[in-house]
């Protein structure tokens, strides 16, 4: 499937109210904030939340380390780097018809989300780490190692002012801890987007446990 043919199958779905709350996840340059724009972009704003989460990752993470990788420090491929309650009870507070604050960055200032717009759309990794229960759908995306690290250089150094030097040394931690903790999010997801060598290739998980067999292969 591919991304035009997806997104015309969500607006589809949403607008016919099969999914009223969709969940959009995957690992770091996944191209998962992208799509999840596209998306929103291709919806009445008038009834549509974006509620991103990466403002949901919590700034001491470099407090604790990985268990089965102590020389390194925590990043957001474990849960405990995400504030996972506040998250979950802001989803539920839009869910209700509760307006919420987003915590503000310094990439995006905080807005307020109205919880009169009956469509949610939860883009960011923290997603993975969420009860599946909260969502109508989800979907996860992923890249192989080198697209991830050309994009990273790609975004980090222009859009979070980041030294490509840092990109390049913590990249093969990042990797080794999705392979480690966040990859298994993936089984969670009812729909795979592969965009290694960034092209598109979507596939409903049916036979989730074959497929991901299929496509891990770095």
């Known amino acids: 499937m591919k991304k035009k043919e997806l997104v015309d199958k969500l607006v589809s779905e949403i607008e016919t109210g099969k999914v009223k709350t969709l969940g959009i996840y995957g690992h770091g340059a996944s191209g998962k904030s992208t799509f999840a724009k596209e998306l929103f972009q291709a919806l009445d704003s008038e009834k ?5 989460t990466d403002p949901y990752i919590t700034s001491n993470r470099h407090l604790v380390v990985p268990k089965e990788l102590p020389d390194q420090k925590v990043t957001a491929c474990l ?3 995400h504030e996972l309650a506040s998250l979950q009870r802001d989803i539920l507070a839009l869910e209700a018809g ?15 989300l109205s919880g009169s717009k009956p469509i949610l759309l939860v883009e960011g990794m923290s997603v993975g780490f969420l009860p599946k229960e909260l969502f109508d759908k989800t979907i996860c995306f992923y890249t192989d190692e ?7 250089l790609a975004r980090d150094t222009t859009m979070r002012n980041r030294d490509a030097s840092f990109i390049l040394a913590s990249h093969q931690m990042r990797r080794e801890q999705y392979l480690q903790y966040y990859r298994e999010t993936e089984s969670k997801a009812d729909i795979l987007v592969d965009q290694s060598e960034n092209k598109f290739k979507a596939k ?3 036979n989730i446990s074959y497929y991901i067999g299929e496509k891990t292969k770095f």
């Open 48 to 52: 549509v939340n974006l509620l991103e």
């Open 204 to 206: 409903i998980t049916r």
């Open 98 to 112: 509760m307006d919420i604050l987003t915590i503000d960055e310094p990439w995006k200032p905080s807005q307020v």
């Open 146 to 152: 080198e697209t991830e690290l050309k994009r990273r």
């Open 79 to 81: 849960p405990v780097a």
